[in-house]
T-cell receptor
């Protein structure tokens, strides 16, 4: 599975959009981009995933560049409860593919 | 109703002891996992079971032995505990192993070796 690169941390003001970048320049054609988050001391939580097209759900939007080498997770109106570590994961569909977590990006939402 | 439950939540024990962590899921999933999160916060997969069959076994010391009595349970037994085993252990489950969206994680077991 391809590796991802994320900045170690970022912050944003409550109520503003949080844009979390991720680079995955070695992604291959059948690999999906997943985003999970881990709020302090809790288990990771699925947010969203996509292959080529932009995706949106009740939690967030995922914007994938046309060459698929990078993506951005957007939390449209960040709240204090969105403070967490966010993991960008690239995963294939093979039987032995794993959900492999990197270092993630720590998002701090300030009041 | 907790979807993936782990027991105990906290476990403090001495080096050299043998201990078990239990995991149960009530989601009807057929695949279960153990992840380890160390002090540096890296989350690493250890094992994966599908319908009670081991399908992923990362480079984990053989002191760690997972057991899946049925597809709703995946327990982790650790022999001869070492200081480096101190970590938070997360259990997870999914329907099939091919869809990363469907991973549901438990709240973790914090294991401290003294």
């Amino acid at each position: 599975d391809a590796k991802t690169t994320q900045p170690p941390s970022m912050d944003c003001a409550e109520g503003r959009a949080a844009n979390l970048p991720c680079n995955h320049s070695t992604i291959s054609g059948n690999e999906y981009v997943y985003w999970y988050r881990q709020i302090h001391s809790q288990g990771p939580q699925y947010i969203i995933h996509g292959l080529k097209n932009n995706e949106t759900n009740e939690m967030a939007s995922l914007i994938i560049t046309e060459d698929r080498k990078s993506s951005t997770l957007i939390l449209p109106h960040a709240t204090l409860r969105d403070t967490a570590v966010y993991y960008c994961i690239v995963r294939g569909t093979g039987a032995n593919s794993k959900l492999t977590f990197g270092k993630g990006i720590t998002l701090s939402v300030r009041p | 109703d907790t979807a993936v439950s782990q027991t105990p939540k906290y476990l403090v024990t001495q080096m050299g002891n043998d201990k078990s962590i239990k995991c149960e899921q009530n989601l009807g999933h057929d695949t279960m996992y153990w992840y380890k999160q160390d002090s540096k916060k890296f989350l690493k997969i250890m094992f994966s079971y599908n319908n009670k069959e081991l399908i992923i076994n990362e480079t984990v010391p053989n002191r760690f032995s997972p057991k899946s009595p049925d597809k709703a349970h995946l327990n982790l037994h650790i022999n001869s505990l070492e200081l480096g085993d101190s970590a938070v252990y997360f259990c997870a489950s999914s329907q099939g192993s091919l869809d990363g969206r469907g991973y549901t994680f438990g709240s973790g077991t914090r294991l401290t070796i003294v």
